[in-house]
């Protein structure tokens, strides 16, 4: 493992602590995670592309867990950035880094830049990602702090009511923040993530390349 990688890790640990503190003060609940949920046969065909992925996740996206057999993701909702609702359905046809992250989660915010980064790199037509802010109070203090930090190529979504992390509560999938799921055009979930990553490294370009059957 990676210096970095060892950085991320601690992080991670520090954003469960941070979740469980918001839970006790009434905000977001803290969540345990066990299997996955949805309907595998309609994501038969994911199955090549999760192959392809599940050497990659190494490096500093060794924690990344690729679905040896891919399920359909909940179709999340949520607010674009003029506040008009959406969900994940509407980027159908799209390959989607899907990332939940709150200004009191320190990992979160620590993984924004790079998060950015992968947008400008790789976003286009085939590819976006999708990170919703579920920040509850203060609902101006994350495009705030996005701004004061020049992180601009992401597009702001946000669920102020936090639904997107109750869903993923009910597919029993998150135990802390900040969490990462990679999508398919199909919005089959290839892979998830719990905990920050360094999303403009090599190898998660390497591995967001084979989700999309590229290279970078």
Do not use: H
Request: charged share 20%; with cysteine; proline share 6%.
């Amino acid at each position: 493992m990676t210096s970095r990688s060892k950085i991320f890790a601690a992080s991670g640990a520090l954003a469960l602590v941070a979740l469980a503190l918001v839970a006790l003060g009434g905000g977001a609940a803290f969540y345990s995670v066990a299997g996955n949920a949805g309907n595998s046969a309609s994501c038969s065909a994911a199955r090549a592309s999760a192959a392809r992925m599940a050497p990659l996740a190494r490096g500093e996206v060794a924690a990344v867990q690729v679905n040896a057999t891919p399920v359909s993701t909940p179709d999340l909702a949520f607010n674009g950035p003029d506040g008009t609702p959406t969900s994940l359905s509407a980027f159908k046809g799209r390959t989607l880094l899907v990332n939940l992250w709150a200004t009191w989660c320190p990992p979160c915010l620590k993984e924004m830049p790079a998060l950015d980064a992968l947008q400008s790199a790789l976003g286009g037509k085939d590819f976006a990602v999708i990170a919703i802010n579920i920040d509850t109070r203060n609902l101006d203090k994350p495009k705030a702090w996005l701004a004061e930090r020049k992180i601009s190529a992401l597009t702001y979504y946000a669920d102020p009511q936090a639904k997107v992390f109750q869903e993923l509560r009910a597919a029993r999938k998150v135990e802390g923040m900040p969490v990462s799921l990679i999508v398919d055009a199909d919005g089959c979930e290839l892979a998830i993530l719990q905990g920050p990553a360094d999303w403009a490294s090599p190898d998660a370009k390497a591995l967001i390349g084979a989700a999309l059957k590229r290279s970078n």
